[in-house]
Structures are given as C-alpha cells and as structure tokens.
C-alpha cells in the first residue's frame, strides 16, 4: 500500500494540483468568453464555470484567479490611456502572485473545499457553513496585488443547505472588488437563486486529441490505445487518469469478452470478473466496474437506436459486439430498460452491503437473459 498522502478534494487523483496546471487545454473558448467580459469593464462578481467532470473547470478557475490577481484594476476594460486589453490568462511563471499562488500562500485568494471533521479527523462528505463563514475574516483582511480579492469554491455542488444559504448572502451582497469562482459538476443541484446570481461559463468535453495533450500535461504516460481511452472517458480527463490508474481499459475489455461469449455466457470470465471485484481495497476498482457496466449498457442501448452511425471504439472488436447484441430499435428499448433495472438493482444492493462479487454475477447474469431474448 502507498504511504502517499490521498489527494485533495479539489484534485483528481494522479493528476497535479488545478494550481499547478500552467496550460488548461480544449477550452479555449470559455477563456475567451472570460476575456471578453473582462476587457469591456463587465467583470461579474459571481462566475459558475460548470461542465462534465475532469474537463478542466478547477484549472480555469485557477488561472482566472491568477490572471485577476497579477492584473491590478485600472488595467484592460478597454479605457482610455490603457495598456492593450489582455488576449490570455496566462501570467509569467516568476510573477510574484504565481509563486505565490503554486505555494498555496496568496492572501488574496481563498479557496474553499470540503474539509476534515474536527472531532473525527475524517473527511467530511459536504462543504459545512463554518467553511463558508472562514470567508468573513478573509473579507476582513486588507486587500493586496490592486485590491482584489478571488474565492473559489470547488466543488458547489458539495454545499449543505446552511453553507448553500451563506454564500447566497455573499453573492446577494458582494464584497468591493471580489470575484467568486463556483466550480459546478451539476449546476443543478444548486439552489436557483445562486446560479442566477452568477454568470455561466460553460466547459465542453474534449476531443481525443485535445484529451491526448492535456494527459501529457500530468506526467501521465498515454497508453497504447488513446482512442479507447478517449471514447470510454467520455471526454474527461479526470476519468481518463481514473481509467489509467485502476486499469478500467483491461476491465472493460474484459467485460466485452464477456458480452461477446453471450448468450452461452463464459462463466469462467464472468467468476474472475466478479472475485476481482471482490478482493480486499478493491472498493474503488469494484465502483469503476459498476459504472463501466453502466456504460457498456447504455453504449448497447445507443447502437441498437442508431445502428447505421457507430460509435468510436472503447475496446477492439467492441462495434462488432455491440451490434450483435443490438440490431435495431427493438433490441435497443429492451437493453435501455434492463440498464434502468440494473443501476436500481446496484444501488440496492450496495445499500444492504450486498456481496460485491454475488452483486457483480447477478449483473451478468441479468445481461444473459435480455441477450437470450433478442
């Protein structure tokens, strides 16, 4: 077992730290779309950069926070008699906020996650509101760097109702010369009157290649098969490393193996599939066989709706498979409803503490069935 500390709530396990990201890659557009409001003097106060998971919204709020701290105010907005507008959020790697910012110690910058229960010493589940009233002393504080001030909270989605209330005041009330970055999973877990006190910026999953690149920047080793990755990933880099670091591409080969075999079924893959899930500090690799299990299943419904367009491969020989399990519309609805069953049948079952290898065989055992019956 590692001796390495587990990463922080704000960082994605294998990856750096969004503070030590120096290039945000595929989202170009919401950079711009920043720039853009800032350069014409409409900086708003409250800013949801929201999007899928893993595509970069903790790195932008990162260099948006740096950008804003190393440019004092009277500068872009287009004013007379000022320097030329800014075309990028990059600041130079030896600007004093950027050293400062990487060491974690800029006074104009709080960033608030979810923290460790004082009386348990365990992580909490949920951004508390004595994490959000931290900010009133650092309102209290004076301002450095051309007086602003930079909040970021990620992720919002975490927020209990009471901390949910307590950045509503501060957005109701801004304090001067204060930008709040909510990075948002699910914007739609927020409370309404947050998400319409603050302007959107929306990020979109990336490209293969794009995906390619922004791996590179983590020091992670791309592996054979980047299309696969690119494709099973769903365009998340944060999924991608969680798909490298737990071997999710051997798994979901290994799953298709077994979905090729049907309807006779492999039981000899489907019992090795099952005793990995099952093995002691297999939680985390038992979880991703759960939601790789999700995707197969919802990859089989969207083949059998749209079987003249197949989708990019996340296995070899994976469209061939699909196909065969599901030809057409008819086939589609039967494997869209049995992927309903099943998630409802997981979530059940990990309720009651279920065996995860009898939890996983039940699984397979459900797929034969509908396969059985095509």
């Given at each position: 077992m590692s001796d390495a500390p587990p990463p922080a709530p704000d960082q994605a396990p294998g990856a750096p730290h969004p503070r030590e990201t120096r290039h945000l890659v595929g989202q170009a557009g919401a950079e711009t779309e920043f720039l853009s409001a800032f350069n014409a003097g409409r900086l708003h106060h409250g800013w949801l950069l929201h999007g899928p998971r893993g595509v970069g919204k903790a790195t932008l709020a990162w260099r948006i926070a740096g950008f804003l701290l190393?440019?004092?105010?009277?500068?872009?907005?287009g004013m007379f008699g000022a320097p030329p507008p800014p075309e990028t959020l990059d600041i130079d790697a030896d600007h004093?906020?950027?050293?400062?910012?990487?060491?974690?110690?800029?006074?104009?910058?709080?960033?608030?996650?979810?923290?460790?229960?004082?009386?348990?010493?365990?992580?909490?589940?949920?951004?508390?509101?004595?994490?959000?009233?931290?900010?009133?002393?650092?309102?209290g504080l004076s301002a450095t760097d051309g007086g602003r001030r930079v909040v970021i909270v990620d992720t919002a989605d975490e927020m209990n109702t009471n901390a949910a209330n307590a950045l509503l005041k501060m957005l109701e009330e801004p304090p001067a010369r204060t930008t709040l970055l909510l990075v948002s999973h699910q914007p739609s877990r927020l409370l309404p009157t947050i998400r319409s006190r603050c302007r959107g910026l929306r990020l979109a999953p990336l490209g293969p290649d794009d995906m390619i690149r922004a791996l590179g920047n983590t020091g992670v080793e791309t592996p054979d098969q980047p299309d696969h990755l690119a494709a099973l990933a769903s365009g998340s880099v944060?999924?991608?490393?969680?798909?490298?670091?737990?071997?999710?591409?051997?798994?979901?080969?290994?799953?298709?193996?077994?979905?090729a075999s049907l309807p006779q079924l492999d039981r000899r893959r489907a019992l090795a599939l099952a005793d990995a899930a099952a093995q002691r500090n297999a939680g985390e690799r038992f979880e991703l066989l759960l939601n790789l299990i999700d995707i197969a299943m919802v990859r089989l419904a969207q083949t059998g709706a749209h079987a003249a367009a197949p989708m990019p491969e996340a296995a070899n020989g994976e469209a061939q498979i699909l196909m065969q399990l599901a030809p057409n519309p008819e086939s589609a609805r039967r494997w869209a409803t049995v992927a309903a069953e099943i998630?409802?049948?997981?979530?059940?079952?990990?309720?009651?503490?279920?065996?995860?290898?009898s939890l996983v065989l039940d699984t397979v055992f459900r797929m034969q069935d509908v396969s059985a019956g095509q």
């Amino acid at each position: 077992m590692s001796d390495a500390p587990p990463p922080a709530p704000d960082q994605a396990p294998g990856a750096p730290h969004p503070r030590e990201t120096r290039h945000l890659v595929g989202q170009a557009g919401a950079e711009t779309e920043f720039l853009s409001a800032f350069n014409a003097g409409r900086l708003h106060h409250g800013w949801l950069l929201h999007g899928p998971r893993g595509v970069g919204k903790a790195t932008l709020a990162w260099r948006i926070a740096g950008f804003l701290l190393a440019t004092p105010e009277g500068e872009g907005g287009g004013m007379f008699g000022a320097p030329p507008p800014p075309e990028t959020l990059d600041i130079d790697a030896d600007h004093p906020v950027a050293r400062r910012l990487l060491a974690g110690a800029d006074p104009g910058l709080a960033s608030i996650i979810r923290t460790a229960n004082e009386k348990t010493g365990r992580m909490r589940n949920e951004i508390v509101v004595d994490d959000i009233r931290r900010l009133n002393r650092f309102f209290g504080l004076s301002a450095t760097d051309g007086g602003r001030r930079v909040v970021i909270v990620d992720t919002a989605d975490e927020m209990n109702t009471n901390a949910a209330n307590a950045l509503l005041k501060m957005l109701e009330e801004p304090p001067a010369r204060t930008t709040l970055l909510l990075v948002s999973h699910q914007p739609s877990r927020l409370l309404p009157t947050i998400r319409s006190r603050c302007r959107g910026l929306r990020l979109a999953p990336l490209g293969p290649d794009d995906m390619i690149r922004a791996l590179g920047n983590t020091g992670v080793e791309t592996p054979d098969q980047p299309d696969h990755l690119a494709a099973l990933a769903s365009g998340s880099v944060g999924e991608a490393l969680r798909l490298i670091n737990l071997g999710g591409l051997q798994i979901y080969a290994e799953l298709m193996a077994i979905l090729a075999s049907l309807p006779q079924l492999d039981r000899r893959r489907a019992l090795a599939l099952a005793d990995a899930a099952a093995q002691r500090n297999a939680g985390e690799r038992f979880e991703l066989l759960l939601n790789l299990i999700d995707i197969a299943m919802v990859r089989l419904a969207q083949t059998g709706a749209h079987a003249a367009a197949p989708m990019p491969e996340a296995a070899n020989g994976e469209a061939q498979i699909l196909m065969q399990l599901a030809p057409n519309p008819e086939s589609a609805r039967r494997w869209a409803t049995v992927a309903a069953e099943i998630i409802q049948r997981t979530r059940q079952g990990k309720a009651v503490n279920l065996d995860p290898a009898s939890l996983v065989l039940d699984t397979v055992f459900r797929m034969q069935d509908v396969s059985a019956g095509q």
